[in-house]
Nanobody, 119 residues
Framework: QVQLVESGGGLVQAGDSLRLSCAAS????????MGWYRQTPGKQRELVAR???????NYADSVKGRFAISRDNAKNTVYLQMNNLKPEDTAVYYC?????????????WGQGTQVTVTS
């Protein structure tokens, strides 16, 4: 049974930082593309960042230079370091796993964690 469990969300002020974590089980973590996506009410889920098994990363233009995705294969965990947060970063953040993450269709999803940024 595959499980992706996100943590680290919260309520912060603009300019603050947060680090999200996603602990995976039930998959061969080191072989999987891992991604962070976010969604706000009434909008489609959008890519924030993804990381391939070899470490290659991709970012949405809106977060380049502020966010960093990383993975620890020994801990089966993917991280999203978010710096200089802005109110427009407010969303539910989801962790995804699988090759489908390359096209926004991850095979597995976590339950999501809320990030709220106030001005």
């Amino acid at each position: 049974q595959v499980q992706l469990v996100e943590s680290g969300g919260g309520l912060v002020q603009a300019g603050d930082s947060l680090r999200l974590s996603c602990a995976a089980s039930g998959i061969t973590f080191s072989s999987n593309v891992m991604g962070w996506y976010r969604q706000t009410p009434g909008k489609q889920r959008e890519l924030v960042a993804r990381i391939r098994p070899g470490g290659t990363t991709n970012y949405a233009d809106s977060v380049k230079g502020r966010f960093a995705i990383s993975r620890d294969n020994a801990k089966n965990t993917v991280y999203l370091q978010m710096n200089n947060l802005k109110p427009e970063d407010t969303a539910v953040y989801y962790c995804g796993a699988g090759a489908g993450c390359l096209v926004g269709a991850c095979g597995y999803w976590g339950q999501g964690t809320q990030v709220t940024v106030t001005s």
